[in-house]
T-cell receptor
């Protein structure tokens, strides 16, 4: 079955760049997503990338996809304290059942 | 104008009770989902309905029964609650498209605590 892995924790200083990594096993993934979960809140879609792309930039966010290695990363430029949250990557396979398989989540802590 | 809403936000109940969680979306989507997030923040899909028809049913105990009265609503009823049911339950919705991206939008979650 599908498996999506992330490192559990990342700490960065305010103003630095953050890079959150994700690996997945389903080679038929069509779309890959990054969601943000702030404490006590729901999941907010940040960005997504189609599997035939290798990079997508959206303001401070850059998504890189290495399909050969099944590796996805999210880079946050100029990280702010408001970026402190848990970040989930998720992959969507093919088929009519639109199931998202989520990673284990990476807790990003931004320090002053 | 909340896109995906859930009630209640918090639910504290005794073991053995039966409870329901409601979800509504005003996005005009035709597909709705229930996810469970455990204490370690691991998120896993439970059910999905497309046009009121069950399309995803993961390995979930029979005590959990989803009901979709219409495309805008997906409720979750849980019988004989157990301690292990304590979690945050998220509802989500999306518009099914034949092939391309179907972004899922999530509700704020219902925090269930079984004592």
């Amino acid at each position: 079955g599908e498996d999506v892995e992330q490192s559990l924790f990342l700490s960065v200083r305010e103003g630095d760049s953050s890079v959150i990594n994700c690996t997945y096993t389903d080679s038929s993934s069509t779309y890959l997503y990054w969601y943000k979960q702030e404490p006590g809140a729901g999941l907010q879609l940040l960005t997504y990338i189609f599997s035939n792309m290798d990079m997508k930039q959206d303001q401070r966010l850059t998504v890189l996809l290495n399909k050969k290695d099944k590796h996805l990363s999210l880079r946050i430029a100029d990280t702010q304290t408001g970026d402190s949250a848990i970040y989930f990557c998720a992959e969507k396979g093919t088929g009519t059942a639109s199931k998202l398989t989520f990673g284990t989540g990476t807790r990003l802590q931004v320090t002053l | 104008d909340t896109a995906v809403s859930q009630t209640p936000k918090y639910l504290v109940t005794q073991m053995g009770n039966d409870k329901s969680i409601k979800c509504e979306q005003n996005l005009g989507h035709d597909t709705m989902y229930w996810y469970k997030q455990d204490s370690k923040k691991f998120l896993k899909i439970m059910f999905s309905y497309n046009n009121k028809e069950l399309i995803i049913n993961e390995t979930v105990p029979n005590r959990f029964s989803p009901k979709s009265p219409d495309k805008a609503h997906l409720n979750l009823h849980i019988n004989s609650l157990e301690l292990g049911d304590s979690a945050v339950y998220f509802c989500a919705s999306s518009q099914f498209k034949n092939g391309p991206q179907e972004t899922q939008y999530f509700g704020p979650g219902t925090r269930l605590l079984v004592l």
